[in-house]
């Protein structure tokens, strides 16, 4: 059974009309003990049909380890949105379905088309990173509010190579729900220092992402 109904199929490659250049998503997946690997996989199965410049890359997670290390992909189910020839960073960790599949649809035509759509002043500011960022964002299928977290963490990331950008679903990975002591979403934890909740505007998601930056270097 199709997990995209007609309406949507037709909706998205609508979307998938405004691509400019071709994109690569990279999958890391298994069949045994993963919480929704077999329907993260059937979802971009379906979406990658939608448009002739998507392309599906698909590993397994334990065979394929070579290429879960040079992805720097450490849990499944893994959705990397790149270009054939840059990795910019965006990782979706679990199954980007409900409102976050309006993220994936955003990145796929952010990375096609080449451009951020962060303020210039957000641009010049991430510009000055110097160390590596790791930005999780933790979230929910069901939370409206998400999309606007992850959206700027995945922007932040298309501007820095120095940044990696992660959306993580909480309810498939428990263990780091506690880790990071999540108690309501979003929730952002930038390099185990800063942590906030809620969708923040995007000036003030750019001052936590250089104050964690800032601690790198002082530490």
Avoid: W
């Amino acid at each position: 059974m199709a997990l995209l109904q007609e309406s949507d199929r037709q909706q998205t490659r609508q979307r998938l009309e405004a691509m400019r250049d071709p994109v690569v998503l990279v999958h890391f997946t298994q069949e045994l003990e993963c919480l929704y690997c077999r329907e993260t996989r059937q979802l971009l199965e379906e979406l990658a049909e939608l448009s002739d410049k998507l392309t599906l890359e698909k590993y397994n997670f334990q065979i394929n380890s070579e290429e879960a290390k040079t992805y720097a992909v450490d849990k499944i189910p893994a959705t990397i949105v790149k270009t054939a020839r840059k990795d910019f960073g965006i990782r979706y960790y679990g199954i980007p379905s409900g409102y976050e599949f309006a993220s994936l649809l955003e990145d796929i035509l952010m990375v096609s088309n080449g451009d951020s759509g962060l303020t210039e002043e957000s641009r010049s500011l991430i510009a000055g990173i110097q160390r590596p960022v790791h930005i999780q964002v933790f979230v929910t299928p069901t939370c409206p509010y998400c999309p606007i977290a992850v959206r700027l963490a995945h922007q932040i990331a298309m501007e820095s190579a120095y940044v990696q950008a992660d959306m993580i679903e909480s309810t498939e990975f428990p263990h780091l729900a506690q880790k990071y002591e999540v108690m309501g979403v979003p929730k952002t934890v930038i390099n185990e220092t800063v942590t906030f909740e809620g969708a923040v505007p995007e000036d003030m998601f750019v001052r936590h992402v250089l104050d964690a930056a800032k601690m790198v270097v002082n530490g």
